[in-house]
């Protein structure tokens, strides 16, 4: 019972306001009671003896203050006045000494009188090792809820709920008992959220949490693509945490047959952000990690060349001659458009478009356009870069406004994620998180500046990686200037 954890919590006071059951006691509502102890404080057990007291046993329970100098003055305390009685062989096996360090001795009857909660805590499981007890296994996984990208909330807000980190769960071997006929997994799943208590001097509370369980159907098994929203919609969950409460870690045991799972934690409101350890602990082989797309890009599929269909040949070249007339209504007799030109041609262009919100786009973001499409060096794009680049963006501006549900004109943080898979980038949940904060405002809305230039953006990054590996192996080397050439005109 070493490093266990109490709380008086029937002593916490009532009413005082409308703070949910079972939360944490903020410190300006610990006092001093008249035996001692300081009502709604956390004291760790120390130890367990038995002591011989005029004859017969009684049970002891050693505790200590983690704030020294505040101690229990009752029964066995170090100033009671029967310890007189106690021979002096037990109270030095007992290393009684009358000093206020915050450690003291109390009967086990005053014990569960005065303390209603016990808390065991251990590292992991696997700590409760003996040569009797069977071991657990153990799988630690680390994560965060970001707020308009990875922070969803609960299973009663279906848009965002599937944005939640996901984790597969691996059940190998059922349990060894011979008096259960069934297939079972036995295993424990506990949540801990990061770094709560040291924020409450900010003024944070513990969030509300918990985490469901739902079995990855056969055909998905070996898959680790991040499950979406309608795998959620249509599919029940198999297990789940009993309540979300506001509590420093939330767990729970469950038996459930063998076969992949997802566990998804998440806090009880969307757009709540944090930190969080999950661990699974099971009595037999298990394999737990975090859902992690490969990142990669798709490629074009080169088109074979076909002959063109009869009656179209001066159509189509019709169309080209009518955009090489616009382009050099543009770009003048040198058929090249710089920065500040492009910038005039795509605000005036958007413009026209009353269903886009945005701001206009800047000079840098065209700037980073020119770097994407310029393939010869110049610093300007050509009527052929030009015309890449165009079809590039009508290709991203169907995806904005196939996800531009509302025509608000601008996208929620939350379907970037499915926005930027739907244009052949595969990334994972930390770039996706990189995503939110560069181009979401504090709405977590995206408008359509920004949108084109993150996937301006993405895609000028995988065309220079690819470009430098070689082999194809997913590493690149890349010396000081390389670096430099690559991030300096982008």
């Given at each position: 019972m070493d490093n266990s954890q109490l709380r008086d919590?029937?002593?916490?006071?009532?009413?005082?306001?409308?703070?949910?059951?079972?939360?944490?006691?903020?410190?300006?509502?610990?006092?001093?009671?008249?035996?001692?102890?300081?009502?709604?404080?956390?004291?760790?057990?120390?130890?367990?003896?038995?002591?011989?007291f005029k004859g017969e046993k009684v049970k002891l329970v050693r505790l200590r203050n983690p704030w020294g100098q505040v101690e229990w003055n009752g029964s066995w305390s170090d100033g009671w006045k029967d310890w007189s009685f106690v021979d002096k062989a037990e109270k030095a096996r007992l290393q009684h000494q009358v000093t206020e360090d915050g450690e003291f001795w109390m009967s086990y009857?005053?014990?569960?009188?005065?303390?209603?909660?016990?808390?065991?805590?251990?590292?992991?499981?696997?700590?409760?090792?003996?040569?009797?007890?069977?071991?657990?296994?153990?799988?630690?996984n680390e994560g965060r809820w970001v707020r308009g990208c990875s922070a969803g909330g609960c299973r009663n807000f279906p848009d965002t709920f599937w944005t939640n980190p996901q984790y597969r769960l691996k059940l190998l071997e059922e349990d060894d008992d011979p008096d259960d006929s069934e297939v079972i997994c036995s295993f424990l799943v506990a949540l801990m959220q990061k770094n709560r208590r040291k924020d409450r001097k900010l003024g944070a509370n513990l969030f509300t949490?918990?985490?469901?369980?739902?079995?990855?159907?056969?055909?998905?098994?070996g898959n680790k693509q991040h499950l979406q929203k309608d795998f959620f919609l249509y599919n029940a969950s198999k297990a789940r945490s009993k309540t979300y409460i506001n509590m420093r870690e939330v767990s729970e045991r469950f038996r459930l047959p063998p076969s992949e799972y997802v566990i998804v934690p998440s806090t009880y409101e969307p757009?709540?952000?944090g930190e969080f350890i999950l661990r699974v602990f099971?009595?037999?082989?298990?394999?737990?990690?975090?859902?992690?797309?490969?990142?990669?890009?798709?490629?074009?599929?080169k088109k074979k060349k076909t002959k063109p269909r009869p009656g179209n040949t001066d159509q189509e070249s019709e169309?080209?001659?009518?955009?090489?007339?616009?382009?050099?209504?543009?770009?003048?007799?040198?058929?090249?458009?710089?920065?500040?030109?492009l910038k005039n041609i795509l605000n005036t262009v958007v413009n026209k478009h009353k269903d886009l919100k945005t701001q206009g786009f800047t000079l840098e973001s065209c700037r980073s356009m020119i770097a994407l499409m310029d393939t010869d060096g110049s610093g300007r794009l050509n009527l052929q870069e030009f015309h890449?680049?165009?079809?590039?963006?009508?290709?991203?501006?169907?995806?904005?406004?196939?996800?531009?549900?509302?025509?608000?004109?601008?996208?929620?943080?939350?379907?970037?994620?499915?926005?930027?898979n739907d244009a052949g980038f595969h990334l994972n949940s930390q770039l996706y998180d990189i995503i939110t904060m560069r181009y979401a405002?504090?709405?977590m809305n995206i408008d359509f500046d920004s949108f084109i230039c993150c996937f301006v953006r993405l895609e000028g990054m995988f065309r220079a990686f690819n470009a430098f590996d070689k082999d194809g192996d997913g590493i690149i080397k890349l010396n000081v200037l390389e670096w430099l050439q690559l991030t300096m005109y982008a």
């Open positions: 919590s029937d002593l916490v006071p009532r009413g005082s306001d409308d703070r949910p059951t079972r939360t944490i006691v903020p410190v300006q509502y610990e006092t001093r009671m008249a035996c001692g102890l300081v009502k709604g404080h956390a004291y760790s057990v120390t130890g367990l003896e038995e002591a011989l009857d005053d014990f569960i009188y005065h303390f209603t909660k016990l808390e065991i805590c251990n590292l992991t499981a696997d700590a409760l090792e003996s040569d009797k007890l069977q071991t657990w296994t153990v799988s630690v949490i918990g985490f469901a369980i739902y079995e990855v159907p056969k055909e998905m098994h757009h709540q952000e099971s009595e037999k082989r298990n394999l737990s990690e975090e859902v992690e797309n490969t990142i990669s890009v798709d490629r074009p599929v169309e080209q001659l009518q955009f090489r007339n616009i382009f050099r209504q543009i770009a003048g007799d040198d058929m090249e458009v710089c920065a500040d030109e890449h680049l165009w079809k590039k963006i009508k290709a991203w501006q169907r995806i904005f406004k196939h996800y531009d549900t509302d025509q608000s004109g601008t996208i929620n943080s939350y379907e970037m994620r499915n926005a930027v405002d504090k709405h």
